[in-house]
């Protein structure tokens, strides 16, 4: 029933136009003491956020294979959303300048010649250490005649060649070629990644097992699971495989559900946790170095406010403060079908940012990995959506399960029934009987007293 089949229109249409709404809200670590950091003073920062976009996710080239699989492109757009923002997006925010701090990080094993004429080139296009721009400008992009520069006469050497943008690579783009079984052969291998823009794995980390492409796209998952079971998926945003841990049970309107979570493991060094070690170079647990895919760029991922994350990360940066609630990710999944209920996906960026020696705009700042942005992509059923799936997954099957015993009941009746008259006829007790009295002509006494069957 939940193979990926257009016959299925209910599995096939809720994987190919997820009715869920996703919003993504965004969060800027805005920074109160830019000066004092060139002095090599701890930065403080204050929350700013969210900046909520309705994302809209839509497949295309949806080709089936003789193989039992599926292969489609998933494009996403971002719209938006005032009335769930704290503000507009023409609010302004002061973050680290990723051209400047990352590019100095970048160079600082070059000569030095080579590191003072890109300080002048930086002070030739008034590029600082510190952006102040609008949140519009920072998330889609914003024009800069450095970025203008480097691609005429160093193409290739930025991710993009227009506008510069946290997120100027996710609007109106996919998340490349995904190839994933179909379930016709297997139900347990349904939506798992058979390969992804081609590749069965990966080559931007230094493991086999790092480099691995398991479990699903990130949307639906096998059906069946139990207590036992995990969420593996390949994120193309963290160009890597993760895993979710079953946490607990519940139910929501009705529907029960598994929650699964994100394991302390996941961003440990490879000092605490072994198999990460295919990940580093790395720094402190909580933190992962995604650099060998974001074009060598000093960025780390983390959870939002170095949740989970070594306790030293937040001695560096003031004003920081992790809870479970707030910068816990969670996805809540109906076990019998595979299908999430509430998605939570939290991850922070954070650039590792020190003083370089020969260019000028890193002054004296000290080493520290600075959050710059975190963000949450979440979605949950409701309504119809909700109500639809409420009576075709649980209350029918419930319905179906109830009537099945009712049907065994009836049927057993039925059985028991036909055997007490098949020995009825066998012994001679019928329900039709009468007694026939014989009385004594010369008294009333009785004499005998026959059964007559008739």
């Known amino acids: 029933h939940w193979r990926i089949n257009p016959k299925n229109s209910l599995s096939y249409t809720m994987w190919k136009d997820i009715p869920v709404p996703f919003f993504m809200s965004v969060y800027f670590f805005n920074v109160l003491n830019p000066k004092e950091i060139l002095r090599g003073e701890k930065p403080m920062v204050e929350q ?15 080709t089936f294979h003789p193989n039992n699989t599926v292969s489609y492109l998933e494009y996403r757009q971002y719209h938006f959303v005032r009335d769930m923002s704290v503000g507009d997006e023409s609010d302004v925010v002061v973050i680290p300048n990723m051209l400047v701090l990352g590019a100095a990080v970048m160079m600082e094993k070059m000569p030095l010649p080579v590191r003072l004429v890109m300080s002048a080139t ?6 600082n250490a510190f952006l102040n721009k609008s949140v519009g400008e920072l998330m889609w992009g914003y024009d800069s005649e450095l970025v203008d520069f480097l691609n005429k006469y160093l193409p290739g050497m930025l991710p993009t060649t227009g506008k510069f943008g946290l997120f100027s690579e996710f609007n109106n783009s996919n998340t490349g070629l995904f190839t994933v079984f179909t379930g016709q052969d297997d139900i347990r291998k349904v939506h798992k990644v058979d390969s992804w823009n081609g590749l069965k794995k990966v080559n931007y980390w230094r493991t086999e097992q790092c480099n691995m492409i398991n479990g699903t796209a990130g949307q639906m998952w096998p059906p069946f699971m139990t207590e036992e079971s995990t969420l593996p998926f390949y994120s193309p945003d963290a160009c890597r495989s993760m895993e979710l841990v079953y946490e607990r049970p519940g139910v929501t309107s009705g529907i029960p559900f598994f929650r699964f979570v994100a394991p302390k493991t996941l961003f440990a060094n490879g000092t605490d946790y072994p198999p990460n070690e295919g990940f580093c170079p790395c720094r402190q647990s909580g933190i992962m170095n995604v650099s060998s895919c974001r074009h060598d760029a000093p960025v780390f991922m983390s959870h939002p406010h170095f949740y989970n994350g070594d306790p030293v990360l937040r001695e560096f940066v003031l004003g920081l403060n992790p809870t479970e609630e707030q910068h816990g990710l969670f996805i809540d999944i109906h076990p019998e079908t595979g299908v999430p209920l509430n998605v939570s996906v939290k991850l922070q960026l954070n650039l590792y940012m020190k003083k370089v020696l020969g260019i000028s705009q890193t002054d004296s700042i000290s080493e520290v990995v600075m959050p710059m942005i975190w963000f949450e992509e979440k979605g949950y059923i409701d309504g119809p959506v909700r ?10 099957p419930t319905i179906m399960e109830v009537m099945q015993y009712v049907f065994i009941a009836l049927g057993l009746f039925l059985v028991l029934s036909a055997l007490f008259l098949k020995l009825r006829d066998k012994v001679g007790i019928g329900p039709w009987h009468s007694f026939t009295v014989h009385l004594d002509p010369t008294n009333t006494h009785i004499l005998q007293n026959t059964v007559c069957c008739h």
């Open 48 to 62: 700013r956020g969210p900046y909520v976009y309705r994302e809209y996710r839509q497949k295309d080239n949806i």
């Open 122 to 127: 930086f002070t030739t296009f008034n590029e």
């Open 387 to 396: 109500t639809t799936f409420y009576v075709n997954l649980v209350l029918l």
